[in-house]
């Protein structure tokens, strides 16, 4: 058996674009962090990384897209986990316990590509004084994890059930942690926070369904 192509190392070039690209959202952050998510602009967060509005555009549409990008690190994980779920598991059992399983990680200090405790709090409290960004979380969708989730119900990643249960999943989650900025300042928002809530969540959800009555 052959030994295995070794991928090569990035080059400069795209290892100075993935720096430029993280100091954006680093920026993106901290700024929101201080002057609120609707009061930051494009140009105050090129600035703090000392390159133009027209290179910021070059990386990110629009100031909304910064925080998808964050977003994306955390739907990488999600859809490694879900690989891992049993097959046996429904999409929105299999999406619980894949976030369960990558906030968890979080929680315990174990690598996770790009998340820390500390960005999960920073993200919980600018989504949620976002509204345009809380509609954003719940309309985001990961292509690679809609396509596992098909896969398991032997559907297409069009299939209007598996888009119901990853609508209800979205809904449920923002829904659940909207309410951080206001939250009992003793309590300690991040991952622990995001899972707790989320199970509750959940646990509403699946009595407010046992309670319909099916024709």
Not at 56 to 84: M, N
């Amino acid at each position: 058996m052959g030994t295995p192509p070794v991928a090569p190392l990035p080059g400069l070039r795209e290892r100075k674009k993935a720096r430029t690209r993280r100091l954006l959202i680093d920026a993106a952050v901290d700024s929101c962090l201080t002057r609120g998510y609707e009061a930051t602009t494009i140009e105050q967060i090129a600035e703090a990384v000392d390159v133009s509005p027209r290179t910021f555009s070059r990386y990110f549409a629009s100031k909304d897209a910064v925080f998808i990008a964050v977003i994306d690190d955390l739907a990488g994980q999600i859809t490694a986990e879900l690989r891992a779920q049993p097959s046996d598991l429904g999409p929105m059992e299999s999406l619980r316990a894949a976030h369960v399983a990558v906030l968890t990680r979080i929680a315990e200090r174990r690598p996770v590509a790009g998340l820390t405790a500390e960005r999960i709090v920073m993200i919980l409290q600018i989504v949620a004084s976002s509204e345009s960004l809380r509609h954003a979380a719940v309309d985001y969708r990961s292509p690679a994890a809609m396509a596992i989730l098909a896969d398991r119900m032997g559907v297409t990643p069009d299939d209007k059930r598996l888009a119901l249960a990853v609508s209800l999943f979205s809904t449920t989650i923002v829904n659940a942690c909207t309410d951080v900025a206001v939250s009992d300042p003793d309590v300690p928002l991040g991952p622990t926070f995001v899972t707790d809530r989320l199970e509750r969540a959940l646990n509403d959800l699946a009595q407010f369904t046992a309670e319909l009555r099916l024709s």
